[in-house]
């Protein structure tokens, strides 16, 4: 008796192999780091006049890390990790 297979060879991406995927780790940076540069940026710039001096400053370098990240995992993705 045959055996019928009807997965084709293929895993689901919900197994869990063990293995690092890069596209999956670099695209969650990507994601992130953007979202957090747009974020904190926001934040940083619609503050308010009275808005203490530290807490301006804490938004830009959140934002200014999140758009590093950002960019880093782009270049990473575009160029193949």
Not at 34 to 51: I, N, R, T
Not at 61 to 68: D, N, Q, V, Y
């Amino acid at each position: 008796m045959a055996v019928i297979r009807t997965d084709h060879g293929r895993r689901s991406p919900w197994q869990n192999t063990g293995e690092f995927d890069a596209m999956k780790t670099f695209s969650l940076l990507f994601v992130i780091g953007w979202g957090a540069a747009l974020a904190f940026g926001w934040m940083a710039l619609v503050a308010p006049a009275g808005e203490p001096q530290v807490q301006r400053m804490v938004s830009f370098l959140l934002a200014a890390t999140g758009f590093g990240v950002g960019l880093w995992a782009w270049v990473k993705i575009r160029r193949g990790f």
